[in-house]
């Protein structure tokens, strides 16, 4: 009877590395593969599935730890590494520090869609302090109510910039081009203590319709795929925009995590603040089911230049919507 129940936890514990390992390799080599077309539903799916799937397996043969093979018992640290990050946990860079004359600036960035409150957000002003203030999904009416915190202000299409600084806008990039409504970023030359920045606000295309479309059909509509198409178009207008500028500071919804193809493509030469100085578990966006958080992504994010570092950087409580504010304190190095 034991040995029985012996061979049968054996053979679950072969099938549960094998899923695992295979899964693993799947997830390591996304940028590689995810470049095909014919792949996207198989790529949106590993990056927006809830992702403590991979993480559940490899826990399972932890407890599994005397049925597992030599080779297993020693490849298993690296199935735990791969699932950790795929998890999105971050460490701090303890050692990539800079010194140096520098200017400091606080920001805060965040999508006021989806039930967002303007009365809590006037909370993260009053206690924070925020130098700048980069919004999505915003009315401009709703801006007035902050005018007394800021001098400078810029909205257009649901993006809006409030500013402590004088700035310029140098570009505005409409969905227009891509027979869309509204706009994906808005580019700026912000004067600090008299040293320019180059500051971007961005609201990238949802993936929604791409994930709705797997969801109840497994398979993609042609409107589906344009809005895939749009988001990498986006992003690549963003990145080629500002690559070869100095003190870039991009901030907003990127509607995609830092492992997204899209945004290892364009946007992997910038530092993202929460990978250096971030620790833990660090979502910014929170999708419910009947009230219960059921799964959560890290698709909003503060990235820069590398004359650049985050001394400070968190992501704060809900405003009552979906998304959660991130803040970062940054040094400007001249």
């Not at 600036?105 to 206690?127: A, D, F, P, R, W």
């Not at 800021?150 to 409030?162: F, K």
């Amino acid at each position: 009877m034991l040995k029985s129940i012996g061979n049968r936890l054996k053979k679950f514990t072969v099938f549960v590395y094998c899923v695992s390992f295979l899964a693993s390799a799947v997830v390591f080599s996304l940028p590689l593969w995810a470049q095909n077309d014919a792949m996207l539903i198989l790529e949106q799916l590993i990056i927006f599935a809830p992702r403590w799937w991979l993480f559940s397996f490899i826990i399972i043969l932890s407890m599994l730890w005397r049925f597992l093979s030599l080779f297993q018992r020693y490849t298993l640290p690296l199935l735990f590494y791969i699932s950790l990050m795929y998890l999105d946990f971050q460490l701090p860079d303890i050692v990539g520090f800079q010194e140096g004359e520098s200017t400091s600036i606080k920001l805060v960035t965040v999508n006021m869609g989806e039930g967002s409150k303007l009365s809590k957000l006037k909370q993260v002003v009053k206690y924070y302090h925020p130098d700048l203030l980069l919004l999505q999904e915003i009315r401009i009416n709703a801006v007035k109510d902050l005018q007394s915190n800021y001098t400078y202000i810029d909205c257009e299409a649901g993006l809006c910039l409030l500013s402590k600084y004088p700035f310029e806008r140098v570009a505005s990039l409409s969905r227009a081009m891509l027979n869309g409504y509204g706009h994906f970023a808005m580019s700026y030359q912000l004067t600090v203590n008299g040293n320019q920045i180059n500051l971007s606000n961005v609201h990238f295309e949802t993936p929604r319709e791409i994930l709705l479309d797997i969801i109840k059909s497994r398979s993609l509509s042609f409107k589906a795929k344009n809005k895939a198409e749009n988001r990498q178009i986006e992003a690549s207008l963003v990145g080629d925009t500002i690559r070869a500028k100095k003190n870039v500071v991009i901030a907003g919804d990127f509607n995609m995590p830092d492992d997204d193809p899209i945004y290892k493509n364009n946007f992997s030469w910038l530092t993202n603040a929460l990978n250096e100085s971030g620790f833990g578990f660090n979502h910014t966006k929170y999708i419910d089911w009947q009230g219960m958080p059921l799964f959560s992504f890290r698709i909003d994010h503060i990235i820069y230049s590398k004359n650049i570092t985050a001394r400070n950087v968190e992501v704060l409580d809900s405003l009552g919507g979906d998304h959660r504010p991130v803040m970062a304190t940054l040094e400007v190095f001249h």
